[in-house]
Every structure is written in C-alpha cells, then in structure tokens.
C-alpha cells in the first residue's frame, strides 16, 4: 500500500524551490554565475520548468488516470532530485479501489504506477514528480512506486500475466535512470526505513521477478 505524505511536506518542497529559485535569480543579478551554469539551473526559475502534455505517460502502453495532486508533490525529477529506487507495492484491494483511493485528496498517498492481475498497467503520477507511497520523504523523492493489485497473503494474486507486466515497466525506469538492476535498488516497501508496511509480502517471488526485469532490460525492450 501506499503511505508517505509526512507532514508539511509541501510547504517544506515550496520554501526549498523558492530558497533554490530566489538563490539562482540573486546569482543572476550579481552576474556571479558562468553561462553554462545558468543554461544549467535554468529549471529552476520561476515559471520555469518542463513542459507537460497532458495524459502523457511515461511507459508506453500503460493507462493515463490521474490521482488527487493532493497525493503527490510536484517535481522536475530526475534533475531535482536523482532516482535511484523502485519500490513495490500490493494494493490491499482491487484496482477500482486503489483508484479512489488515489484519487482522494485525503489519502495522502498514491503511487506512479498500478499493475493488475491481467497485466494493464496505469498511471497515476509522472515520475517527474515525488509521488507519496514509501512513507518515508527520501524515498519518495528518489524513487519510482509500482503498486500491484492483490493482497500479500494470497499467493494468487501475482499472475504471470502481472509479473512480466511490471518487470517491463521496471526495466524501463530502470533503464530511464540507469538504476542497476538489483534487490539494493529494486526494493519492496517493507524493507523502506521506517515503515510498518509489509508489502509485497513473502509471496512475492523476488528471484523471479529480477530475473524477469534483468530479461526486460537486456532485450531492450524499453
Ligand atoms: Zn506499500
């Protein structure tokens, strides 16, 4: 499940980009920076940053659904904040219901991506931004959270059909950051520091899925 709003996380993000965009926009007056270090910070002035198309996605194939922005912070990842981790995730519940929950601006968490039992997969989040679902701030701004629909004590719920899905959609975040393909950086929420969730659960199958997504990344087929 997701969990990961910490309070005032927001107005934390907010004082941090304007400290950042006020101390980039003094450097200008001051001519104190070389051009190619503006050309450089140049995302991080006012106003300024990537342009978005909206129900863009950013694995191919999968479902644009957008959550509540409450559930989430707006970024400019990976050039804010570099992304190193992916965290999985089990729903606890159907995929309709992860949905509104995620959609609700009170839950304070969701995560990028859902993965059902059938092997579709949504977005709910752009990995440009920190999505809220490792209940933990660092992890949440460094990484990429997969929820997959199921329930960590029922064996059943991870298909074939789910694991090669989500093994796709690693390997290409994988490949997007070039994090290295391994249980350091391919994490379940469980082992975040901090949390008392314990999702994926024990039957998660880890060696298969690492397998899956080492296979995925070496076919390319990101
Ligand atoms: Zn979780």
Known sequence: MSAGASKG???RRLGRRALLAGGAAAAVGAAALAREELSRLWWRLPGVEKSRVAGAVDFRGARWVAASSANYRRADRPDDYPVDRVVVHVTQGGYAS???VFQDPGHRAAAHYIVRRDGRVTQLIRELDVAF???????NERSVGIEHEGFVEHASSFTDAMYAASARLTAAVCARYGIPV???HIVGHAEVPGTDH???GPHWDWERY???VRKARGAGAV
């Open 198 to 200: 314990t999702d994926p």
């Open 210 to 212: 690492l397998r899956l």
């Open 98 to 100: 992860a949905v509104k």
């Open 182 to 184: 391994d249980r350091e």
């Open 133 to 139: 679902h490792a209940g933990n701030r660092a992890y």
């Open 9 to 11: 996380d927001t107005d």
